[in-house]
């Protein structure tokens, strides 16, 4: 990473030109906090509160009993990229009671990284779904667990029914080499799409 992604200003240099909206999104638990916080050049805005007992009977828990909060807003960060160019980072809740929230965050974005998870890949679905629904490209990005089985790219592509075109990279939401890796695949796929239109 060059000194370019890393920026110790609180505000956005005077001499950007350019702003680009992208969503991080995926199911319950998948790890948008965490790839949000990794990523952002700034102390991230988190919407987190600690889960309760009346959310037992809508958020499903299972293959992450550990998990004590959850994201009831939206995540934000900022990833600078050059001294004109700047990303914000829009990490969606995954509960499906937050779909109407999720919709008004996607307005202006340019595109999304689906994070998925091998334990619950059939959970990713409806993220994909309102991102086909609303025209918006992605990218998506299987973030290693430990005690997550590990698949072929192929069986994997063929589980989450991806087109040929849409980019399917592996990443560890904690570590910063390899979240860039899965904002880089998106950003080369938004760009690809916009050079062949």
Same mark, same amino acid.
């Given at each position: 990473?060059?000194?370019?992604?890393?920026? #110790?200003?609180? +505000? /956005?240099?005077?001499?950007?030109?350019?702003?680009?909206?992208?969503?991080? =999104?995926?199911?319950? %638990?998948?790890?948008?906090?965490?790839?949000?916080?990794?990523?952002?050049?700034?102390?991230?805005?988190?919407?987190? !509160?600690?889960?309760?007992?009346?959310?037992?009977?809508?958020?499903?828990? %299972?293959?992450?009993?550990?998990?004590?909060?959850?994201? /009831?807003?939206? #995540?934000?960060?900022?990833?600078?990229?050059?001294?004109?160019? /700047?990303?914000?980072?829009?990490?969606?809740?995954?509960?499906?009671?937050?779909?109407?929230?999720?919709? #008004?965050?996607?307005?202006?974005?340019?595109?999304?990284?689906?994070?998925?998870?091998?334990?619950?890949?059939?959970?990713?679905?409806?993220?994909?779904?309102?991102?086909?629904?609303?025209?918006?490209? +992605?990218?998506?990005?299987?973030?290693?667990?430990?005690?997550?089985?590990?698949?072929?790219? !192929?069986?994997?592509?063929?589980?989450?029914?991806?087109?040929?075109?849409?980019?399917? /990279? +592996?990443?560890?939401?904690?570590?910063?080499?390899?979240?860039?890796?899965?904002?880089?695949?998106? =950003?080369?796929?938004?760009? #690809?799409?916009?050079?062949? %239109?």
């Amino acid at each position: 990473m060059g000194s370019a992604l890393v920026s #110790d200003q609180r +505000y /956005v240099r005077e001499t950007v030109r350019t702003s680009v909206k992208l969503l991080i =999104v995926g199911h319950f %638990a998948v790890g948008k906090t965490t790839l949000v916080g990794t990523l952002s050049e700034i102390r991230p805005l988190r919407t987190e !509160e600690r889960m309760t007992q009346a959310g037992a009977l809508v958020d499903d828990l %299972a293959g992450v009993p550990a998990k004590t909060t959850t994201t /009831v807003a939206m #995540d934000f960060g900022r990833v600078t990229l050059s001294d004109e160019l /700047v990303l914000y980072l829009f990490g969606a809740p995954g509960q499906h009671r937050f779909t109407p929230l999720w919709r #008004d965050l996607a307005q202006g974005a340019l595109g999304a990284l689906v994070l998925a998870d091998t334990r619950r890949l059939e959970q990713s679905f409806d993220a994909m779904a309102l991102l086909e629904e609303r025209g918006l490209p +992605y990218a998506v990005a299987i973030n290693r667990f430990d005690d997550a089985p590990a698949f072929p790219e !192929e069986e994997l592509r063929e589980a989450l029914d991806l087109l040929p075109a849409t980019p399917l /990279v +592996y990443c560890d939401a904690r570590d910063r080499t390899s979240s860039t890796r899965a904002l880089i695949a998106l =950003v080369e796929h938004l760009i #690809d799409r916009k050079e062949s %239109a």
